[in-house]
């Protein structure tokens, strides 16, 4: 649906104005401004009053096509409604913005172009933020803060035991239904293909601990895959520290060929890559544009997690159990998507084509 479906300007019909400004509130609320950048809801406001009041230049000069009936003190449901999603985001507390698959594909894009060595940070994050945007990682369930870099040094849970993913908390099953732990999938016969990985959470924010997941193998050419991307976790692990580790976080990489002692992926590794990929993909300037940049964080998996799976039509109760939330807390991170803009055109376009839907 566009301007120039309009048959005339000269006449426009006050229900198909209001239509066509919902929908260019949703598309400026996703970004798609002269600098293809986000802008403020009172500026998005502003866009639609002008265009409102370009359409009276062509018709009843009296008429605010914000409103369903000239007579209404308050704009419509249409608009308000686009507003208070926009509103929701832009207020939205210690608000992040999602990790997108873009940015992945343009993490892959550089290790296929750099082939960095298996060990590196690098690859490491490649790996792992493959797995966290299919699980809705919290940074304490596979990273450490920026403090707790050196081996040894890795956050203890009320038990005394590590936050984060350890070997112990991985195992795999193969197309035949045979199950392995972490350490015996690397050992398994030559063509085993496995078909299912199960993570334990030990330490939950929600309370939950100790819930396993499933997740299984993707079988699209070329698609991402979580299982895939824990077996080279693990052999990245066992290669560092050896089989028989089952305590120390998995989620670490060694510095440089020569380097005596391993790290742990921080909070400062990832939001260095995520800038990185962010300042390439959405042509944000690192400097210029630092605050933008700085939105994006190791939240931003759990953020782009859920937003996926919501424009994907995954209803709620569905988000809350695929992403281990016990209440609708996630919501704060949903945010305007062009699918969802999309979609919000297609029901549009199916109510324009009943005459006697209200």
């Known amino acids: 649906m566009k301007w120039e479906m309009d048959s005339s300007l000269d006449n426009p019909e006050p229900r198909t104005v209001l239509l066509q400004l919902a929908m260019y509130a949703q598309h400026l609320g996703h970004g798609n401004t002269l600098f293809c950048r986000s802008i403020k809801v009172v500026t998005i406001k502003k866009y639609i009053q002008a265009a409102a009041t370009f359409h009276a230049l062509f018709g009843n000069h009296s008429r605010d096509y914000r409103k369903t009936l000239e007579t ?7 608009l308000t409604t686009v507003y208070a999603d926009l509103t929701r985001w832009e207020t939205a507390p210690k608000r ?13 894009s550089r290790v296929k172009e750099t082939s960095p060595h298996p060990d590196s940070s690098m690859a ?3 790996d792992w933020f493959v797995c966290g945007t299919y699980a809705g990682f919290r940074l304490s369930e596979w990273a450490q803060e920026a403090k707790n870099s050196r081996m040894g040094s890795f956050q203890l849970d009320l038990r005394n035991e590590a936050k984060a993913l350890c ?10 239904g045979a199950r392995f732990s972490a350490v015996d999938a690397l050992n398994a016969p030559s063509g085993t293909q496995f078909d299912k990985c199960w993570i334990i959470f030990r330490t939950q924010k929600n309370g939950d601990n100790g819930e396993e997941k499933m997740f299984t193998r993707n079988t699209t050419a070329g698609g991402m895959c979580f299982v895939t991307s824990m077996l080279s976790i693990v052999q990245r692990f ?20 020569t380097c005596t002692e391993p790290s742990f992926i921080t909070s400062v590794d990832i939001e260095a890559m995520m800038r990185s990929l962010a300042s390439k993909v959405y042509s944000l300037n690192p400097v210029k544009e630092k605050v ?15 937003t996926i799976l919501h424009a994907m039509g995954f209803t709620e109760n569905q988000i809350k159990f695929i992403l281990r939330w016990r209440s609708s807390a996630f919501m704060v991170y949903l945010r305007s998507t062009r699918i969802l803009a999309d979609n919000h055109n297609r029901a549009f376009d199916d109510v324009m084509t009943m005459p006697n839907f209200v």
């Open 238 to 257: 066992v290669r560092i520290r050896g089989a028989h580790d089952l305590l120390t976080p998995l989620a670490l990489y060694n510095g440089s060929a």
């Open 72 to 78: 209404d003190t308050q704009f419509a449901p249409e």
């Open 292 to 306: 933008a940049l700085s939105k994006w964080s190791a939240h931003s998996l759990r953020v782009g997690a859920c």
């Open 96 to 108: 992040r913005e999602p990790f997108t698959l873009l940015m992945l594909a343009e993490l892959r």
């Open 167 to 176: 070997l112990r908390d991985v195992r795999f099953a193969s197309n035949t």
């Open 124 to 126: 490491a994050l490649d």
